[in-house]
């Protein structure tokens, strides 16, 4: 572990009274879940959107994603089939960052996150806008692995991992609730582990 990491493994104080939640089980691995196969992508062709209701669309090449203002972070990830890991590092690019140099319309209230594989997954705007939520290419120091995400992912600590989508390519702006791709298969929108919130 590094020692400027910034921990933010108490979270877990606005939601609960227990680290690890409910129906879930800590493991020191780090297993491999995923709808589908790990797609290819290329870092010269690459690239980040933000899109919707915002007063200016971004659009990002890899290094100038790299090159935005970043972090590093101690989280616990908590896994909708029931697994938990803690004290996970990870580095990256908070949301609220992105939001603010976008700037977002006054009737923005969802974020739809979009990935190179297809997925998407949704988040009410005020669970989005924290500086847990990031954009993570690093996991403990190293690159995060193509299977967990890499190049870039979304981790989400205060919610259940489907929210946080794998090989993520944009976000996009919301006025009204889109369902993501495990959404509308019956996953549950809110995604709150302290509440066991796995299904609809």
């Avoid at 790990?38 to 007063?55: K, L, Q, R």
């Avoid at 200016?56 to 938990?84: A, I, K, Y």
């Amino acid at each position: 572990m590094t020692d400027d990491a910034i921990d933010v493994t108490d979270l877990y104080q606005e939601f609960g009274d227990d680290r690890l939640p409910s129906g879930q089980r800590e493991t020191t691995a780090f297993p491999v879940l995923s709808k589908g196969s790990t797609p290819d992508w290329d870092p010269e062709t690459w690239e980040f959107t933000v899109t919707g209701a915002v007063d200016e669309e971004l659009t990002f090449s890899w290094d100038e994603f790299r090159d935005l203002p970043s972090e590093t972070q101690r989280q616990d990830f908590h896994c909708v089939t029931g697994w938990s890991k803690f004290d996970c590092e990870f580095t990256g690019v908070p949301f609220p960052e992105l939001a603010e140099r976008a700037g977002l319309d006054d009737d923005v209230c969802h974020v739809l996150f979009s990935a190179l594989d297809g997925y998407t997954t949704d988040l009410p705007l005020e669970d989005c806008m924290r500086e847990e939520v990031l954009f993570t290419w690093a996991f403990d120091g190293e690159e995060l692995p193509a299977d967990h995400g890499g190049p870039l992912r979304v981790v989400t600590p205060h919610k259940y991992a489907y929210k946080g989508a794998k090989w993520v390519d944009g976000v996009e702006f919301l006025t009204e609730p889109e369902l993501g791709y495990w959404e509308r298969r019956g996953y549950s929108e809110t995604a709150n582990p302290w509440e066991e919130e796995r299904y609809s």
